[in-house]
């Protein structure tokens, strides 16, 4: 089992910076990545970004140059870096981890909200 914590999240301004960090633990040796996803009020969840076990990363093409996924070693901390933030990135923003061989995400945290203000 892998355990996952948000935390980070809050009001910010239009234009402001959040970073949001994915506290995990457990067993860790088997997560080959971490998604990052939110969900604004009435919409489907979206997916924001991800990184892998060996650090590179992807993005939704709508959120390219603002939003950065980052990693410690070892790897038991990822974070989002979100900058010039807008009011329509109010949302719950959720990380996830994949195990190897999985299409799925196998583990997801409770999400942390994050509202800018206009």
């Known amino acids: 089992q892998v355990q996952l914590v948000e935390s980070g999240g809050g009001l910010v301004q239009t234009g402001g910076s959040l970073r949001l960090s994915c506290a995990m633990s457990?067993?860790?040796?088997?997560?080959?990545?971490v998604g990052w996803y939110r969900q604004a009020p009435g919409k489907e969840r979206e997916w924001v970004g991800l990184?892998?076990?060996?650090?590179?990363?992807n993005y939704a093409d709508s959120l390219k140059g603002r939003f950065t996924i980052s990693r410690d070693n070892p790897w038991n901390m990822v974070y989002l870096q979100m900058n010039s933030l807008e009011p329509e990135d109010t949302a719950v923003y959720y990380c996830?981890?994949?195990?190897?061989?999985?299409?799925?995400?196998?583990?997801w945290g409770q999400g942390t909200q994050v509202t800018v203000s206009s």
């Open positions: 457990g067993r860790l040796f088997n997560i080959n990545a």
């Open positions: 990184i892998r076990r060996g650090g590179s990363t």
């Open positions: 996830a981890a994949l195990e190897y061989g999985s299409s799925t995400y196998d583990y």
